[in-house]
């Protein structure tokens, strides 16, 4: 499992992997920060971004808030990276 840090910035225009800013995975998407909507679509771009199942990808701490740890079943580090299109860690 690995765990990256991100940060959802929830009713963009469009959904989006924004890239890195600050040591975190900015994540942009349609979705309203109601009920759950905003993670659940964040999980979900992730996992498509990864080519994996969305069930593999889930918010492990900060539900409520706009900064997140999110984990990720089934992938390696450096393939996490690399499907999100990052660069290698500093």
Do not use: F
Not at 16 to 27: Q, T
């Amino acid at each position: 499992m690995c765990r990256i840090v991100a940060r959802v910035q929830p009713r963009a225009r469009q959904d989006e992997v924004a890239g890195e800013r600050n040591g975190a995975l900015v994540v942009r998407v349609t979705a309203p920060p109601v009920e759950g909507k905003a993670n659940d679509a964040a999980c979900k771009l992730v996992a498509k971004r990864l080519g994996v199942a969305h069930s593999r990808v889930w918010v492990v701490r900060g539900a409520a808030s706009r900064n997140k740890l999110i984990g990720v079943d089934g992938v390696d580090p450096e393939a996490l990276r690399r499907g999100l299109g990052l660069g290698p860690p500093d």
